[in-house]
């Protein structure tokens, strides 16, 4: 499962990553001594609140970030059922996935732009509170003018032009639209990335001989982080091309196993967490098809509420993760188990459900391609 649910907002599910309890910390902690820096005569108690209000407001500038996002998705007709609020943006599992380089491109601008419109928006606040001045408008005004400086760096951090930030995804979806190639388009986001990166740590490294040597170390890092995040594009798109033509039901897990919605997980946790078995196990009802359960599911779920815990409260439900078609390409298959967070997704032909499509199931592929003559996971 990816992040933690928090809420619900215009039909979309915000989830939250776990490490967002460190990141808030650390932002309170850093403008306690920026609220100082603005606003030097307000006293330690009141400095500490008001750093509290900006870390929870970082949070929620991040989550405008992401909505940000998945506005334009839905405009550009891509469903958005959820999105996880991470920290300075970049790719998630969850993010909307375009179909076009033109709305590649204008999903991936829409989130830096947000920021940076709200950034100035609160800017603009801070100086109209600052020109008002007094005990309540001071305080505010100073909140007001760290976060909006906090969004600006938001938006800009994510320009950069290196993938998974948003800026290497414009580039991405810029060179998509215009060579109407996306694996092509793909690598050039992985060479751009590449460089960035590598210019990062140059600076970085330029950073630490002049002595700012924990600045200097920070941003070869992060540098660092992006070359390597390229270089893992530029292999996806090699996995993918190395995919090409092949199709779902070749690879596809057929013997699954079917669950009452009724039956509580102590009656069948240990065939599913058998290594032998699929990773996945599809809840079926009357009327077919319920959802689906995962290695996972079972794995988080503590011991002792096995034998009160039923199938269809456990599971995701097909409404959440919609099954597979048998005769789909396997590469799209690849990327929605990837961004389902789950151990394995239904395969139908039809009405029937005829399979689970697991990370195996990519394994087999793999080795098919690859001229590996192993016996493979099907039935």
Request: charged share 15%; no cysteine.
């Amino acid at each position: 499962m990816n992040g933690l649910p928090i809420a619900r907002i215009a039909g979309i599910e915000i989830r939250v990553h776990v490490s967002w309890v460190i990141i808030v910390g650390l932002v309170t902690a850093l403008a306690t001594t920026q609220i100082e820096i603005v606003a030097p005569g307000v006293g330690d108690p009141l400095r500490f609140v008001l750093a509290v209000i900006v870390g929870f407001g970082f949070f929620v500038s991040a989550l405008v970030h992401d909505l940000g996002h998945a506005w334009i998705a839905r405009r550009e007709g891509v469903e958005v059922p959820a999105v996880l609020v991470s920290f300075f943006g970049g790719t998630t599992p969850l993010d909307p996935e375009a179909g076009s380089g033109r709305s590649e491109t204008a999903i991936a601008l829409a989130g830096p732009l947000t920021s940076l419109v709200l950034g100035g928006a609160m800017t603009l606040i801070a100086t109209g509170l600052g020109a008002v001045g007094g005990p309540v408008a001071g305080p505010l005004g100073a909140v007001s003018l760290v976060l909006g400086a906090l969004n600006i760096l938001l938006g800009l951090a994510n320009l950069i032009p290196a993938y998974p930030l948003d800026g290497g995804r414009a580039v991405r979806g810029a060179a998509w639209w215009r060579t109407g190639n996306e694996r092509r388009a793909s690598m050039i986001a992985a060479l751009a990335g590449r460089a960035v990166g590598w210019a990062i740590v140059g600076g970085g490294l330029m950073l630490a001989l002049s002595g700012q040597m924990a600045n200097g170390i920070l941003v070869a890092v992060s540098g660092w982080f992006l070359a390597m995040t390229a270089r893992g594009l530029r292999e996806q798109t090699e996995i993918q091309a190395l995919l090409q033509g092949l199709r779902i039901d070749e690879f596809v897990e057929r013997d699954v196993t079917r669950i009452a919605p009724g039956l509580t997980v102590d009656t069948f946790a240990q065939g599913l967490l058998d290594d032998e078995s699929p990773a996945a196990a599809a809840v079926v009802g009357p009327d077919g098809l319920l959802g689906v359960i995962g290695v996972g599911h079972v794995r988080r779920l503590r011991h002792g509420r096995w034998t009160t815990t039923r199938a269809e409260d456990l599971m995701a439900a097909v409404g959440r993760v919609p099954p597979l078609v048998a005769g789909g390409a396997l590469w799209p298959a690849i990327v929605r188990l990837r961004r389902s967070g789950i151990d394995g997704l239904p395969v139908v032909d039809g009405s029937s459900l005829i399979g689970v499509f697991t990370r195996r199931s990519i394994g087999l592929a793999m080795r098919s391609r690859q001229g590996d003559p192993t016996p493979g996971v099907r039935s």
